[in-house]
């Protein structure tokens, strides 16, 4: 595929999902999009993976917070994720 492809030709650079999301289903080139977040437009046709599943990439996702927030929202969502 890396042949293949054009050299670049940067139109849009963001670090949100959603954003190249849009971006793709307008046509503006190909992206690395959670599956998770296109998994309707998979099924419904709207969206076509670009490359076999050799091409994926896994991600580890880590949460940290400050040890000084003692806001009790922060402490249930923690503790939610923790397990508890």
Do not use: C, T
């Amino acid at each position: 595929m890396a042949e293949r492809l054009p050299p670049e030709n940067r139109v849009h650079v963001g670090s949100m999902s959603v954003g190249l999301k849009g971006m793709s289903m307008s046509g503006w080139g190909l992206a690395w999009i959670p599956e998770s977040l296109v998994a309707a437009e998979l099924a419904a046709g709207q969206l076509v993976r670009a490359a076999g599943p050799e091409w994926d990439i896994e991600v580890e996702i880590r949460l940290y917070r400050s040890k000084e927030n003692r806001r009790p929202i922060v402490k249930r969502i923690w503790n939610l994720l923790d397990g508890g």
